[in-house]
């Protein structure tokens, strides 16, 4: 499977800002896309923002207007700015890509282990 590191969470605010960065790795020939989830104590895992191969996007609801999904292609890394972050953003942010390896005919999901981000004051 591709390979998944995701940096940048930490101890916010509530109204501040962070930037969580995925940087994917592994022979990967392509990417059709890439996203963020995040699974907070107790609830199931939902999904966040999400950016295709063409540069698509969707978020929750939740995060409309708050949360920016951004990608570098040459890089195959994938960012979610984070602003206006609020107690219920407190989470574990994973990330994924659907992506197809070389010499791999199927494209296949693969998740990054995960980076808390808390929102307390």
């Known amino acids: 499977q591709v390979q998944l590191v995701e940096s940048g969470g930490g101890l916010v605010q509530p109204g501040g800002s962070l930037r969580l960065s995925c940087a994917a790795s592994g022979s990967i020939a392509a990417i059709r896309s890439m996203g963020w989830y995040r699974q907070a104590p107790g609830k199931q895992r939902e999904l966040v923002a999400s950016i295709t191969s063409g540069g698509s996007t969707s978020y929750a609801d939740s995060v409309k207007g708050r949360f920016t999904i951004s990608r570098d292609s040459a890089e195959n890394t994938v960012y979610l700015q984070m602003g206006s972050l609020k107690q219920e953003d407190t989470a574990v942010y994973y990330c994924?890509?659907?992506?197809?390896?070389?010499?791999?005919?199927?494209?296949?999901?693969?998740w990054g282990k995960g980076t808390l981000v808390t929102v307390s004051s």
């Open positions: 994924n890509t659907v992506a197809r390896k070389f010499y791999e005919y199927d494209y296949k999901s693969s």
